[in-house]
């Protein structure tokens, strides 16, 4: 969630099909728990790893959410920050 706001997507949960869904003006992103598929305004992008649910949070591929999310004509510099680690990084 942390990732895709940061963007300014919104996001929504869909329990029943366990799907994560961000949305901004350009773009929709769609990632389902334990699936190695993504989609993107429906268009589908393979992942090497699946979104997975550690400790009751979502875990995503945070380089595919990033390639496909961020629009630096959009938004220009966006930073991100990893509540556990304390670590942050900035997506230029």
């Known amino acids: 969630r942390k990732i895709f706001e940061s963007l300014g997507y919104t996001v929504d949960w869909n329990s029943d099909t366990r799907t994560a869904i961000a949305t901004s003006a350009e773009r929709t992103i769609r990632i389902t728990i334990d699936s190695y598929t993504m989609y993107v305004n429906e268009e589908t992008k393979a992942l090497d790893v699946p979104a997975c649910i ?39």
């Open 54 to 92: 550690i400790d009751g949070r979502t875990l995503v591929p945070v380089r595919y959410v990033v390639e496909e999310a961020y629009e630096p004509e959009s938004y220009g510099e966006a930073s991100v920050s990893a509540p556990k680690t304390e670590r942050s990084f900035t997506i230029l």
